[in-house]
């Protein structure tokens, strides 16, 4: 393979000419790059020289780029944003293996951060930093090296990696089922004071949804109590404030505790699952795949 060093055209000129080349403009690439428009059009020129071909049809007060400008335009582009992103993810990470991660807050707090101390024991030279929010982050479009998201596994720019699948069932405080024995049907479910999860996302099992799923009639819409968060929803829930639909993965620890028990055995499988997601595009950085590779055996440990 040739030499890069002389076959490449040099690469200050080919940062000048893509900015050139996008606004079409001397005058503006010239201020993105904080340049004079004098040294971006001598860079313009001494890659012309070098190419042996033209790059811009100049016009009356306008550039536009020929057949060859172009061809390379495309290229530069492409080049210079691959280079550009690498070099920025390891400006992210500098000294430190640093590992970004998103996931939803019900997920991070119930089942992701009672495991991470485990990971840090073992990995104490990787730097976590998780990216906690309502709804998902994509991680294509955040930057962010991998996710954990709820659904159907086929996502834009995502490759998705099975965690597990879900299982949806009613939970409730101890107390809460002490005071009301008659709670032992999906009959007599219906006449309790349900907490309702009130978000508008189409893969979440909601109490509708899941009477259907047993061939019920629901209660009367959003009797009970409403929250914005999971989380809070299954606070009010260990307080005895009402019946939740707990999903498995997210209230196993409270009822291994304890403080949330299931009144009753019926149970339903929502067609989603938990996956590991990351931008198909990139690859992954060594520490992130360390993650990522300890996750997954957790998640099927």
């Not at 280079?83 to 019900?106: K, M, N, P, W, Y």
């Not at 930057?143 to 990696?161: C, E, F, H, K, M």
């Not at 219906?190 to 907490?195: E, G, K, V």
């Not at 009402?242 to 505790?257: I, K, N």
Request: with cysteine; charged share 20%.
């Amino acid at each position: 393979m040739p030499s890069l060093n002389r076959t490449l055209p040099p690469l200050a000129a080919l940062v000048a000419f893509e900015a050139v080349a996008r606004h079409l403009s001397v005058t503006r690439a010239a201020d993105e790059l904080a340049l004079t428009q004098a040294a971006v059009s001598r860079k313009i020129r001494a890659l012309e020289d070098d190419l042996g071909v033209r790059l811009f049809h100049r016009l009356h007060r306008a550039l536009r780029l020929t057949a060859e400008g172009e061809r390379l335009q495309a290229v530069a582009a492409a080049s210079l944003t691959h280079v550009a992103e690498a070099a920025e993810q390891l400006r992210r990470r500098g000294a430190s293996a640093q590992v970004e991660v998103s996931t939803t807050i019900a997920f991070a707090s119930f089942w992701l951060m009672p495991r991470i101390p485990q990971f840090r024991s073992r990995h104490p030279e990787v730097e976590l930093r998780l990216s906690v929010s309502d709804p998902f982050v994509d991680p294509a479009r955040e930057g962010v090296d991998a996710g954990i998201r709820y659904g159907s596994g086929d996502w834009p720019g995502l490759s998705a990696q099975l965690l597990f699948d879900e299982e949806v069932f009613p939970v409730c405080s101890p107390g809460y089922l002490e005071a009301h024995p008659e709670l032992t049907d999906v009959a007599a479910l219906a006449q309790q004071t349900l907490l309702h999860l009130d978000v508008d996302y189409h893969a979440w099992t909601d109490w509708g949804t899941w009477f259907r799923e047993l061939g019920q009639e629901p209660p009367p819409r959003r009797r009970g109590l409403q929250f914005n968060t999971y989380t809070i929803l299954i606070q009010a829930a260990t307080a005895g404030q009402g019946v939740a639909l707990g999903w498995r993965h997210m209230v196993d620890d409270f009822l291994d505790q304890g403080s949330l028990v299931r009144p009753i055995p019926a149970t339903s499988r929502p067609r989603g699952a938990y996956y590991l997601v990351q931008p198909r595009e990139r690859a992954l950085a060594p520490e992130a795949q360390t993650f990522c590779d300890w996750l997954v055996a957790e998640a099927r440990g």
